[in-house]
Each structure stands twice: as C-alpha cells, then as structure tokens.
Nanobody, 126 residues
Framework: QVQVAESGGGSVHAGDSLRLSCDAS????????MGWFRQGPGKEREFVAG????????YYIDYVKGRFIVSEESHKNTVYLQMNSLQSKLAAVYYC???????????????????WGQGTKVTVSS
C-alpha cells in the first residue's frame, strides 16, 4: 500500500526558512514525478514545485523561483522542499504528491497525481 507523508511544517516569522520532507513508501518510485502543492485558506490547491525521482531538473512556479529549492534522495524515497525568505502570502497547507506512472513528467493539475499525503501546515507571521 502506497503511503505518502509530509513533515516539517510549523509556525515561523517572515524571513525565516523551513524545510519540508516527504517520505513515500509501498513501492519503488524510480523516475516518478513528485510534486509539491499548496492550498491557502479559501483557495484552490496549486502546484508549487516538483522533481522526478532520479531525475535532474526541478520545476518551480514562477513566484517561488529563487526562494524554494526542491531536492530528492531517491534511495530513500524522500523529497524535500527548502523554503527560504518566507512571507505571509506563502502560508498554506503544503501537500506532497506523486504521479501514478514511472517516467512521468511535470504536471500542474491535481487530477494528474495518484498519491497524496495529508499535508503539513506552514504559518508565517509578520
């Protein structure tokens, strides 16, 4: 059974950093695309960043480029999201998700992903 679990969320002040982790288990995820989504209060869930396990090119939505860094340790089935210079507008519940097929590429729609974690909340105070 596939399980996806995020950790690392919390409450920080504006300008602080956080590193989120996502641990996946239950099967091999070699060359699967892993995504990070965020959902702010009253807003739709949206793609933030992603990377392919064993791949080389991470992807970012424009407003987090230069601020967030996504990385992976494929041998551990773990993906990280390093979030720097956090601002209140970036506060949200962050979800880790995995596409359903190997050699999958970036996808921006929720429906393109098969496995989801429960989310980890990030609160930013000014």
């Amino acid at each position: 059974q596939v399980q996806v679990a995020e950790s690392g969320g919390g409450s920080v002040h504006a300008g602080d950093s956080l590193r989120l982790s996502c641990d996946a288990s239950g099967k091999s995820f070699s060359r699967y695309f892993m995504g990070w989504f965020r959902q702010g209060p009253g807003k739709e869930r949206e793609f933030v960043a992603g990377i392919q396990f064993g791949g080389t090119n991470p992807y970012y939505i424009d407003y987090v480029k230069g601020r967030f860094i996504v990385s992976e340790e494929s041998h551990k089935n773990t993906v990280y999201l390093q979030m720097n210079s956090l601002q209140s507008k970036l506060a949200a519940v962050y979800y880790c998700t995995i596409r359903g097929v190997t050699f999958s590429s970036i996808a921006l729609r929720i429906d393109d992903y098969a496995y989801w974690g429960q989310g980890t909340k990030v609160t930013v105070s000014s």
